[in-house]
């Protein structure tokens, strides 16, 4: 398997169709640097290209989830696009460098298999905009969270002002947008950013494997279907949603993984899906 600067994929169990994705820069508080941006969208097509994966946990070493952009990344791209003699093309190729690092982030939406963040300490900055981007939240009692780009003198771009209203609703992604303020797992289990909220690091990591688990016993095609009509509707009015979705069935409803779920209910056993 590929190895990163950035990143770690691990594998706990062999026998396991749960893969982890951690952000791996824990002396760094994991912040996200421009090598980031570069390895986490290939690190995730890999992951949805390979057959032995079902769902993937995306997690933080260390003591913290992620604090955010790397500042000194920061101060890189301001520098290299305030160098140039002619302000147009420097704009323009600063907006290339946002539009791929905003690529970067999408590609957790953008991969077939359901990605779930397990989230504990700092989530800050560039966290809220991954955590956003991801199927399923989960966060311990320790961590916290901030909408941190105002305070940098910057409109956050990278996903969180798009995606967290639909999350929690407008009015509170405005108020934690412009205030920039910290707020506890507590508070966004009740704002609905998170599922659920576990007691202590090591209850969060058991109990998403555990839900992890039960997702990766599922038929993969109607789990990676799910995900994508799920997506889909959100863009779209409840009738062109409807039709998506028919479509879709029509597609991929007549398959094995439904006889073989049908098979295993009448028999009352576990049903075994072949890899996707």
Same mark, same amino acid.
């Given at each position: 398997?590929?190895?990163?600067? %950035? ?7 062999? *026998? ?9 820069? #824990? ?13 986490? #969208? ?27 952009? *790397? ?7 301001? %520098? ?11 704009? $323009?190729?600063?907006? @290339? ?14 991969? @077939? ?19 956003? !981007? ?52 507590? $508070? ?24 992890? $688990? ?17 997506? @889909?509707?959100? $863009? ?14 029509? !597609? ?16 009352? @056993?576990? #049903? ?5």
């Amino acid at each position: 398997m590929e190895s990163y600067k %950035t990143l770690e994929i691990v594998r706990k169990n062999s *026998d396991s169709s749960v893969f982890h994705l951690i952000i791996n820069r #824990p002396s760094h508080l994991n912040a996200l640097s421009l090598d980031f941006f570069i390895e986490f #969208p290939k690190a995730l097509s890999s992951l949805d290209q390979n057959q032995d994966v079902s769902v993937i946990i995306l997690s933080g070493a260390g003591k913290h989830f992620c604090s955010g952009i *790397d500042l000194t990344s920061l101060s890189s791209i301001s %520098t290299q696009s305030s160098s140039g003699n002619d302000r147009g093309r420097s704009s $323009e190729q600063l907006r @290339r460098k946002i539009k791929s690092m905003q690529a970067a982030i999408t590609a957790i939406e953008q991969c @077939r298999k359901p990605v779930i963040a397990a989230i504990h300490g700092a989530c800050i900055g560039g966290g809220v905009d991954l955590v956003t !981007a991801c199927d399923i939240r989960y966060c311990s009692e320790d961590a916290f969270f901030s909408i941190k780009e105002v305070d940098l003198a910057i409109v956050a771009d990278l996903g969180t002002l798009q995606r967290l209203p639909s999350i929690v609703g407008y009015a509170n992604a405005m108020e934690l947008a412009l205030t920039a303020r910290r707020f506890s797992g507590g $508070e966004a289990k009740e704002l609905g950013l998170v599922s659920r909220v576990f007691g202590s690091k090591s209850d969060l990591d058991n109990g998403v494997i555990t839900i992890a $688990e039960g997702i990766g016993g599922k038929s993969p095609l109607a789990v990676t279907g799910t995900k994508a009509v799920l997506l @889909r509707s959100r $863009e779209v009015s409840v009738e062109q949603g409807l039709d998506y979705v028919a479509t879709w069935n029509s !597609a991929m409803l007549i398959s094995n993984d439904l006889n073989e779920a049908v098979s295993a209910q009448l028999a009352k @056993r576990k #049903p075994r899906f072949a890899k996707l």
